[in-house]
């Protein structure tokens, strides 16, 4: 791999993903950029790139945390730096690797020397090797949560912490933070979005042109690296100095009272929570207006700063995409883009004083139930999920064995109708559910799930240190080092350690599993309220598994064989979708579907052996297609109980005259049934509440 850098103005194309990194260049303040989109669209090479325009900073001599000469820290472990030499370098690119650790990231002390010899031994982390530079998180969507928060906690205060047993460094940590994600690969939680300054979606060009131009930049960048940059030497140049340009122009630029009421009007109007929106927004329109050598904010400037900084802060929940409404955004402009008129003398009937409900038609011209347009059944948003009243599809042939509508006359056979295949339906509302969770102690990736050993939680016990020690555990290392300070001859009041004192804190948290679904979609399951129930019952467990951050995974089963929907992955987007789009009809194979589930777990096993599966089977107990098809699924069921396979039943059996084969079958897998009813947090809050030996006293009196 060559050492020069891909030009950044040889990058064809992503205007977008191009301007939310000048601007972050011009003003830091911004918050960063996150580059959401496919993989192989040149996410990364274009973040290098731009480490390279960046004018270079100046240094003092010996520190290693970069402080400048002209306001140097004054909590600099290095410090004091009065009177220091200085040189100059160029801003540094730090790319954070996805396993990293949080010592890594931060530093570490080492608290040997610290507790024996009174000495701060720090070696300063990636946080301060990009202060002053870029920092890069490549797949940010796959690094541990904590680890996330640490890095937007850092990028928020512009200063790192490190605390260890009392004894603490903090040094500056100011940087240009960019993270790219492939959205298939899973989403950040909503809050950790709202963290990004600036959010861009790119996706690989459709144009032969513009992909064949792509195509012979890359292989002439391939074949002679030195010489394909000197040909945008120039160019790169002139970007540069564009770049310092805006920085020294950025603190003359005014904003302007209309156009700050344009910023707050429409973060309002998109119903952003918080105020980071605004502020965010007001930064980036600053930024623009300084990138285009103004000194005033215009109404361009806030409504391209409106498309960077709010669709990643419209998420209502998990399986929303980000996105903008564009009309709803141009009228929240148009009435604002005047200036306030006085209050006093104004006529009633007349246009609204901002803060005040818009329009008076309630339906008419305000956002849709999603905040993003008019809910006219067109355009903009996700259609609102339908109950069991109104299931989408409902102009498609009812299943064979739905039940007929009243009045609706029987169509009479000789034989047995084939079973068919059924037409989608749509889940039923989500709601929260019953937290399931494995049995036992786990050392799984943290999550919110199971009880495991993780590097947070709180501390349940003390052992000897496995390796370099973490998290000190301070009363056990006093309690072993205490017996032996006579005989190691303490004369003073210094207690005397030796390595084979320490003992290390064994922390308990929570860890993130793996959630396999089995979910029947055969003819048994076909009718549409009922599927409906089902599939909201399901996205229900999904939304559970995205916010314990699980892994998720999905089989359906219906006709004469099980399919593996969708392989374990941290998107549970692409589940929501799967199940959206799930067919129903045909015979019940469920043995092929729990011998499915046996070899996927199998898999997993081998893949990352300390996650640990839940198995989610979703079912009403019938089994068909052979003579001995229940037998079957029971065996298959018994083999999965053999392995120590944690599961849970979703008994979806209906109707007057219940079989209790899904009960059957939970027995048989060692797990407990729960019905759709019971799935519901707030339907078993309510059971325990009648339960309550208190609540049968007052009954009884």
Known sequence: ???????????????????????????????????????????????RALAGLLPSIATIDGCRFACDPGAPDPHCPDGPHAGGASSERPARLVELPVGVSEDRIVGSL????????????????LLAQAHRGVLYIDEVNLLQDHVVDLLLDAAAMGRSYVEREGVSVRHAARFLLVGTMNPEEG???????????????IAATRDP?????????????????????????????ELALRITAARELLPKVGLTDVALRQITAVCAAFEVDGLRADIVMARTAVALAAWAGRTEVLEEDVRQAARLALPHRRRRNPFDAPGLDEEQLERTLEEHAQPEEPQSGEPEGEDPRPGEPEGDGPEDDGPGPDGGGPDNGGGGGAPEPAGPEAPAGSDAPAPADAPEAPGQQPVPTQHPAPARESAP??????????????????KGAQGRRSPAETDGGHAIRARRPQGRLAHLHLSATLQAAAPHQVARGRASRALLLHKDDFREQVRQGRESNLVLFVVDASGSMAARQRMTAVKGAVLSLLMDAYQRRDKIGMITFRGASAELALPPTSSVEVGAARLESLPTGGRTPLAAGLLRAHEVLRVERMRDPHRRPLL?????????????????????????????????VLDCEAGPVRLGLARTLAAQLGAPAVTLDELRAEGVASLVRDNRPDRAIRKAA
């Not at 989403?187 to 979606?201: A, I, K, N, S, Y």
């Open 1 to 47: 791999m060559s050492d020069v850098r891909y030009p950044f103005t040889a990058i064809v194309g992503m205007a977008d993903l191009r301007l939310g990194l000048l601007l972050n260049a011009v003003s830091p303040a911004v918050g960063g950029v996150l580059v959401r989109g496919e993989k192989g669209t040149a996410k990364s090479t274009m973040v």
């Open 187 to 201: 989403e950040l939680r909503p809050q950790l979005l709202d963290r990004f300054g600036l959010t861009v979606e």
């Open 209 to 237: 042109a513009e992909r064949a131009e792509v195509v012979r930049r890359r292989l002439a960048y391939d074949a002679d690296p030195a010489g394909f940059a000197a040909r945008f030497a120039e160019d790169e140049r």
């Open 425 to 442: 339906v749509a889940a039923g509302e989500p709601y929260r559910t019953r937290l399931f969770k494995v049995d036992g102690t786990g």
């Open 110 to 125: 080492d608290l040997e020397r610290a507790l024996a010899e009174g000495v701060k031994a720090y070696e300063p982390g």
């Open 616 to 648: 989610v089977v979703v079912t009403d107990g019938r089994a068909t297609g052979t003579r001995d098809a229940v037998a079957q699924s029971q065996r298959a069921a018994g083999l999965l109980a053999a392995q120590g396979v944690a599961g849970v």
